[in-house]
């Protein structure tokens, strides 16, 4: 396995989301403020080119359309702008109107690149889509059935089915289907097209069996299997052809904060243990392959000695005694 290419943008200052152009020779970075800035490789190093100053609160999240080059953030002043680069070579802001009273936590391009989506604090996403009679970016909300803060997003290829995951631990399918931007939905295996044609139809609601908020979801390059990580320390796949049926992998890890597929059988998955991890699909059957860090085990250890230390102190300082709560597992609770 090739080394990993460590790009060190802001020494110690924490990255909150960053996003890629098209062709991976610029990332967009925000470092838990309000500014947003990009950054190019230059040879062996990445020198900042632009700096871009809108938001009045911290930036939650970031996408980059590969095909128009256009550029989407939101954040915590509950704002979402859409950045142009103009001809004299400065990225101009587009204000979206989203009307939502709370932050706007994540942002995502459809495949199509005509429309993007933005979940929210207020329970809500906001399909947006450009409107040149009025020259500005409108949206559409989907309210239904969305209980608590919207997390993640992912688009289904066709751009009409939206993948939303929440703190209220479940992951709903929407049809995000809108007239005059998509072209007429017509039949997947996930939902009918007459389904679809309704914009903001509850499709799908999935509930692991292990509470956890949701942090990540994501389609499959072809769309036919939707998988989710949560803090609950599992990933969770759901298939197209039966969609009644969850499948969990429980990991005796920290929780995931990210996932995606590298193909229609193999998913990657990363997070608080600081290595990403590979799962495989063979047989209609999804299971743990292999860490891709060498040094994922002796960190995973690490952790889990820590933890042992701290549990034991806590307990002998309450005057519990050790032998009552000594267990082989990795996930130990006080």
């Known amino acids: ?65 590969p095909q128009s080059n256009l550029l989407a953030t939101c954040g915590e002043d509950r704002n979402a702008y859409v950045w142009k680069l103009e001809s004299d070579g400065k990225w101009k802001p587009g204000l979206v109107v989203l009307r939502i009273n709370r932050a706007a936590t994540c942002v995502r391009w459809s495949p199509s690149g005509e429309k993007f989506a933005v979940g929210s604090g207020a329970r809500i996403v906001s399909i947006c889509y450009f409107q040149e009679e009025h020259n500005w970016w409108v949206a559409k909300n989907i309210k239904s059935g969305i209980r608590s803060t919207v997390t993640c997003l992912d688009w289904h290829p066709n751009s009409t089915l939206l993948a939303v995951g929440s703190s209220d631990f479940h992951v709903r399918l929407f049809s995000a289907a809108i007239k005059g931007v998509d072209k007429r939905p017509e039949d997947t295996s996930w939902a009918e097209s007459s389904q679809l044609r309704t914009f903001g139809s509850l499709l799908h609601t999935w509930k692991s069996e292990v509470d956890g908020w949701v942090h990540d979801v994501a389609f499959s390059p072809a769309g036919e299997v939707l998988a989710w990580v949560s803090h609950s320390s599992c990933v969770c796949f759901v298939h197209s052809s039966d969609t009644s049926k969850i499948l969990s992998v429980h990991e005796h890890s920290l929780p995931y904060r990210c996932c995606m597929f590298a193909n229609e059988n193999l998913l990657i998955a990363a997070g608080h243990s600081c290595a990403p991890n590979l799962y495989k699909c063979a047989g209609g059957e999804w299971k743990f392959e292999k860490s891709l860090d060498s040094g994922a085990k002796a960190l995973s250890m690490l952790i889990y000695t820590v933890n042992q230390n701290f549990c034991r102190l806590y307990r002998v300082s309450l005057g519990w005694n050790s032998k009552l709560f000594a267990h082989d597992g990795l996930r130990k609770n006080i």
């Open 1 to 65: 396995m090739a080394s990993p290419t460590v790009i060190n943008l802001s020494g110690s200052i924490p990255v909150s989301c960053f996003a890629w152009n098209g062709d991976r020779t610029q990332i967009c970075v925000s470092f838990s403020t309000p500014e947003v800035y990009i950054y190019q490789k230059q040879g062996s190093s990445w020198d900042k080119i632009h700096s871009l100053l809108e938001h009045d609160q911290r930036v939650l999240s970031i996408d980059w359309e």
